[in-house]
């Protein structure tokens, strides 16, 4: 396991990919966008980036109505 | 500043209004809808409008504003394919969609372009307590995150209060305010 910060909150989590953590946390994949150290990662980045100790991440599922 | 609109609805036509009071003079508005007879409860169109498209119709109302605006219209549904070539001239971007999933896909479409993107998710209800911001790479979105459009209508206060927020923010980053003068 990996301490990350997700969402301003300190975790642990698999040391894996971002898609991983998506799944693992049951997350929506296609309302999901996800920031990994202050950069937006487009969905099919996910797989290939591992998370590492310290990272940071946001996660925002969006809600529909505009 | 030349700020795309990515949906002219509740949320589209409501932020365009606010940035046009607010002194942006350019606009891309974009969408394949035309106004209902529902729309009227939030969204800046008028009865005598139902059945035009809302680019257009909207385009007419900005202009009673401002008649100086420079504005296009495009009819059209924004998808993967044609979001980043669609607002390829834009020094912003408004989202204004109503799929969860296209507000996603505009977000990551323009990531790569670092151009600010102002986006709404959680603006049905009615309750009006949880709006807040929060911020993601070139992204800054509004609303409570939580109530879906799926489960809840949408009404003028929550969607309006969320659209002149997100209008407030391009109009901070754009220098607007500092342009106006006390007189």
Redesign the interface.
């Known amino acids: 396991m990996i301490r990350v910060t997700i969402n301003g909150k300190t975790e642990s989590v698999g040391a894996g990919t971002i898609e991983q953590l998506v799944h693992d946390k049951g997350l929506r994949p296609e309302a999901l966008v996800v920031e990994h150290n202050f950069t937006i990662v487009k969905q099919p980045q996910w797989s290939r980036i591992r998370l590492s100790e310290g990272d940071t991440l946001e996660l925002l599922s969006f809600v529909g109505g505009g | 500043m030349k700020i795309g609109i990515a ?1 002219t ?4 036509s409501n932020v365009a209004l606010v940035l046009v009071r607010g002194g942006v003079r350019r606009l891309k508005l974009v969408d394949f809808d035309r106004v209902e007879a529902g729309n009227l409860n939030r969204q800046f169109f008028f009865y005598d409008q139902i059945g035009r498209t809302k680019v257009d119709a909207l385009a007419d109302n900005l202009k009673r504003i401002a008649p100086d605006l420079q504005l296009e219209t495009i009819v059209l549904r924004l998808d993967e394919a044609n979001m980043a070539a669609t607002f390829h001239d834009c020094d912003a971007v408004v ?7 296209a ?2 896909r505009l ?2 479409a323009l ?1 790569a372009t670092g151009r600010p993107i102002v ?6 209800g009615p309750d009006l307590d949880g709006i807040g911001t ?6 800054t ?1 509004i ?1 409570d ?6 489960q809840a209508l ?1 009404f003028a206060p929550k969607v309006t209060i969320v659209a002149a927020m997100m209008a407030h923010i391009l109009l901070e980053k754009g220098g607007y305010y500092e342009r106006c003068q006390l007189e």
């Open positions: 949906g609805g509740g949320i589209g989202e204004g969609l109503d799929d969860h999933a507000k996603k977000m990551e990531a986006s709404a998710s959680g603006v049905a929060r911020r993601l790479g070139n992204g979105i609303g995150f939580r109530t879906d459009a799926d949408c």
